[in-house]
C-alpha cells in the first residue's frame, strides 16, 4: 500500500504541482480513506520528501545502469540527456518551484542528489573522456562538472516562470549542446553527432 500511494502521489505531484493535489486527492484514486495515508505518512510533507526520493531514486538506477557501461562515453552523454529529456517532459515546472520554496525536505533530496550522485558522476565521465581522446586534457574536470550541474540548477531556478516543461526542456539541451561542444575535442564532436544521429 504504501509503494502505491508514493507511486500515485509522485504521478500527480509532477502533473500537477504539489500544493494543487490534497491528501483527499491521493486517497481518493488510491481508492482508501485519508487516515490509510496518514497510517504511513506523518504529513504531506513527508509524502511529498518521499514521493520525490522514490521519483529520484528511479532515476539513479537507470543513470547508474548508463555508468556501468563503461567507457562508452559518448553513448553515456546521449543516453543521459535521454533520461533528462523524458523526465522534463512528464515534470510540470510548477512542481519543482512549488517544492523549493515549500517543502524544504524534500528539496533537500534534490539536492543530495544533484551533489552525490550527478555531480561525482560528471567528473567521473569527463576524466574517463580526456583520457580517451574525446574531450580536451587540459580542461579542469572538478570545476566543468561543478559548472554544468549549475546549468541544469539554474535553467530550473531562473527560467521555470511562465515555461512549459518542454520549453525547460529545450534549453536544457541547448545549453548541454553548448557545454559539450566547449570541452570536445575533434574526435569527441564527430563521435557524438554520429551517436545523436543514431539514437535521438
Known amino acids: ?20 493535489v490534497t491528501m483527499e486527492d491521493i486517497a481518493r484514486l488510491a481508492g482508501i480513506s485519508k487516515k490509510t495515508i496518514y497510517l504511513e505518512f506523518k504529513d504531506k510533507k513527508d509524502l511529498v520528501r518521499e514521493a520525490f526520493k522514490l521519483i529520484l531514486e528511479k532515476d539513479k538506477q537507470r543513470l547508474q545502469f548508463i555508468v556501468d557501461s563503461g567507457d562508452r562515453i559518448i553513448e553515456h552523454l546521449v543516453k543521459s540527456s535521454q533520461t533528462m529529456r523524458e523526465r522534463l517532459e512528464h515534470m510540470n515546472p510548477i512542481a519543482i518551484l512549488e517544492i523549493q520554496k515549500y517543502f524544504p525536505e524534500a528539496w533537500a533530496e534534490f539536492e543530495s542528489f544533484k551533489q552525490d550522485f550527478v555531480l ?12 580517451l581522446g574525446y574531450f580536451r586534457p587540459e580542461i579542469d574536470s572538478m570545476i566543468l562538472a561543478q559548472l554544468r550541474v549549475s546549468q541544469i540548477s539554474s535553467a530550473f531556478e531562473s527560467g521555470i516562470h511562465g515555461k512549459t516543461g518542454q520549453e525547460i526542456m529545450n534549453m536544457q539541451l541547448e545549453m548541454l549542446d553548448h557545454f559539450l561542444h566547449g570541452i570536445f575535442t575533434e574526435k569527441g564532436r564527430l563521435s557524438y553527432q554520429q551517436q545523436k544521429e543514431t539514437t535521438l
Open 120 to 131: 561525482k558522476d560528471l567528473f567521473n565521465v569527463i576524466e574517463r573522456g580526456k583520457s
Open 1 to 20: 500500500m504504501r509503494e502505491r500511494i508514493l507511486e500515485l502521489a509522485g504521478e500527480q505531484f509532477t502533473r500537477f504541482g504539489v500544493r494543487t
